[in-house]
Each structure stands twice: as C-alpha cells, then as structure tokens.
C-alpha cells in the first residue's frame, strides 16, 4: 500500500510518543493541515513561475527581466500580490452579481483540487486514488464552466465572446488530451497516479513507448493551458482581456492563480505520465523522499520552462485554424494513437 503524507506525519508523530487512537479530532487536525500544505506549496510555485516567466522572456528578448525588487526581482510576485489585494474591486451594473462572484471559485478550485492524487514524490501524495488520472481528467473539464459563467456574468459582449471562443478551445483539445491517456492507462493496467510512475521504473518512460501521444499531449496541454500559440483565453488584441475583461481586484487574482497553477499542474501530468514522475538517480547519503521530490521538480520546471520559451518564441494561431486542428488532426492522431496501442499490448509487446 502506498504511504501518503497523512501515514507520515502521522509515523512521526509516533516516534515522538505521540498517538490518537480512535479520537478523530487530531486527525480532522492533520488533514487540515495537509489542506493548509498543499494550498501554500502551490501559491509558492505559482509566485515563482510568475518571476521564472517574466526573466525568461526577459532574456529571450535580450533584456534582464524584473530586477529591483529583491535580488534578481526574487520579490516581485509578492508586491504584484500586494497591489491585487489593495486594488479596487469593481462590480459592473448590470452583472449578474451572485454568478459574477463565484465563477473566479468556479475555475480556481479545481486547479487546486487535481493535486491530490499527485505523487510528488515517494510518500509524498495526498491521497493515492485507485483511479487518480480519472479524477483529474474529470475535476480539470469544471474549469471551462466557470469560464463560461464569467463571460455570461459580465454582461459584457466582449467578455461573452472570448469565454465562447476560450470554451470551444477547451472542449477541441480536452478529448486528444483523454484519448492519448488512455494509450498510458493501457500499458499500465491501473488508473492510479503512483502506479503509472512505478510502471514506468519497471519499464522505461513512456515518452518512449508513446511518442505520438506524448507529442499529441503535449500541445493538447499548450492549448489546455492557454499559452501561446493557443491563448484564446485572453486575446488581448481582439476581446479586450478574455473572459475576465470587467473582473478586478481579487476576483482578478483568483483568475491569475488559477492560469499559473493550471500551469503548474499540466506540467506535473506531463512529468508524472511520460517522465517517470519522481523516479531518478539516487545519490548516497541524501534521503529517498528528498531525491525523489527533487527529481520530480527538476522535470516539473523543465516543461514549464519550455512552455515560456514557447511563449517568447512563435506567434498566436487564428482561432479557426485552432479549431480546426483540434477536430481535424489531433483527435484522428490520438485515435490512431490509441489504436496502435491497444494492438500492442494485446499481442504482448508492450
């Protein structure tokens, strides 16, 4: 049975002489903690993609990048948190106030909600489900309701048409993206997140036995993610901001969080389905669950620095053109993809 971060706290606190029985009160106490954890450790990689992303197209574009506020801008996401929580919070008029609010919940929520069956590395999960990738799969298809519901909400017919278009984007690539995962479930014969990683020790990294997949996930993720070339979302020259053109204030920060932790979060997916997850080389003397947290950050930012030198480098594609190869070729790849695989694991090879 895997452990979880709940089995070791809990292990730790044994050694020290302390034990809860059948109370549940400190337990309730541990999982929110956990909770607390988990909330804080995203926040802090959300802040340190947005200085990672600011210095790499800053040095993409042959300029430094933030370098004031702390040493190399290291401080800059905390004052860019400061100036979000001090800013006006506007509410348009003739928004629909109850649906306005919550949809920046709506879309936040489930981008911190795919982390828990996420092995960060060895014991350190949250919970290991039996059907983890599943789980994901399904809270990540919430997010583009709460899309919909703030361009509705605003009454803006810029806001209405970008989250339209942002939506349509999310549906076209979401199916590859599920067709090219069931290609992994099948080599693995299990759903659960730790189990694919442990198969791909025992085996080899599946970037290597599904390379069409990997590289159909892989701009699914892009699109998923709405970076550039897929950043309908927002559409800055067409639509204003997107979806989020009358949001302000926090209700804009939560939208912010969700982009940088949705970020955070397909990366982690990449890393863990095709990139062994927190596998590597162990080095003596440092422990095991240390190494492996390392190994699995060290991949996690590897995809993230890839996806911002994307960004830097290559243009916006139309939204027809968007569309057109989500239905037209990706879908049909992955289809094949998942044909190809399914005949090689019935006849053994993989």
Do not use: C
Not at 30 to 50: D, P, R
Not at 62 to 69: E, L, W
């Amino acid at each position: 049975m895997t452990q979880t971060i709940y089995d070791n706290i809990v292990y730790l606190l044994s050694l020290v002489g302390i034990s809860f029985g059948d109370s549940i009160v400190p337990k309730i106490i541990i999982v929110l903690l956990i909770a607390v954890l988990l909330l804080v450790g995203v926040a802090l990689m959300v802040m340190f993609f947005t200085w990672m992303e600011r210095k790499v197209l800053g040095h993409v574009q042959v300029r430094r990048g933030p370098m004031i506020t702390g040493p190399h801008g290291l401080l800059q996401p905390i004052v860019d948190g400061i100036k979000l929580l001090t800013k006006e919070d506007i509410t348009p008029k003739r928004a629909d106030k109850w649906l306005y609010f919550i949809a920046p919940l709506i879309v936040f929520v489930p981008s911190i909600l795919v982390f828990i069956p996420m092995p960060f590395g060895q014991g350190a999960i949250v919970s290991d489900l039996p059907v983890g990738i599943l789980y994901i799969m399904a809270i990540s298809a919430i997010s583009p309701v709460g899309i919909l519901v703030a361009g509705w909400a605003s009454d803006n017919k810029y806001a209405l048409l970008g989250s339209l278009r942002a939506v349509a984007q999310d549906i076209s690539y979401e199916i590859p993206m599920v067709l090219t995962v069931i290609g992994v479930v099948l080599i693995t014969g299990s759903l659960s997140m730790q189990d694919i990683v442990l198969a791909q020790g025992e085996k080899t990294w599946f970037v290597f036995l599904q390379p069409l997949g990997f590289i159909i996930f892989l701009i699914a993720a892009i699109a998923e993610m709405s970076r550039i070339p897929f950043d309908l979302h927002e559409s800055e020259s067409e639509f204003v901001a997107g979806f989020f053109t009358e949001y302000s204030g926090m209700k804009f920060a939560f939208f912010f969080l969700a982009e940088y932790a949705h970020l955070f979060g397909i990366s982690a997916i990449m890393a863990t389905l095709y990139f062994g997850g927190w596998q590597g080389p162990l080095i003596p003397g440092i422990p095991v669950v240390i190494m492996s947290i390392g190994w699995f950050t060290i991949k996690v930012l590897a995809i993230v620095f890839f996806t911002i030198w994307l960004r830097g480098t290559v243009p916006r594609v139309r939204v027809d053109q968007i569309l057109s190869i989500g239905w037209k070729v990706m879908i049909p790849l992955a289809l094949l993809n998942l044909f190809i695989t399914g005949l090689l694991v019935a006849g053994g090879v993989l």
